[in-house]
């Protein structure tokens, strides 16, 4: 069993930076592959950021390359996003997805563990 707990979020001025970080708890987290998603009210989950576990590589939603970072530290079971120059369209509740059950790494539904998610909100 995995439990996520995200943290990071709040209200911040567009064109700002912003860092989230998500624990995971549980013996296996350095064995799946992790992923962030966002959800903004009346929208579907977006995919923002994943991990690969067995190679590391970092993958990313086409809107957030380029301004998003996303890293991972097995050894404090971590999973953590630098949000660079952030928009209002970024404004979303974020939330890490652990364990990879499919080959898409895009959809929610695909992984088994999933937090409550964190709050971003971008003004202008």
């Known amino acids: 069993q995995v439990q996520l707990v995200e943290s990071g979020g709040k209200l911040v001025q567009a064109g700002e930076s912003l860092r989230l970080s998500c624990k995971a708890s549980?013996?296996?987290?350095?064995?799946?592959?992790v992923a962030w998603f966002r959800q903004a009210p009346g929208k579907e989950p977006e995919f923002v950021a994943g991990?690969?576990?067995?190679?590391?590589?970092?993958y990313y939603g086409e809107s957030m390359k380029g301004r998003f970072i996303v890293s991972r530290d097995n050894g404090q079971k971590t999973l953590d996003l630098q949000m660079n120059s952030l928009k209002n369209e970024d404004t979303a509740r974020y939330y890490c997805a652990a364990q990879l059950l499919g080959t898409d790494y895009s959809r929610p539904s695909n992984y088994g563990y999933r937090g409550q998610g964190t709050l971003v909100t971008v003004s202008s």
């Open positions: 991990v690969s576990w067995a190679s590391s590589t970092p």
């Open positions: 549980g013996h296996s987290f350095r064995s799946y592959t």
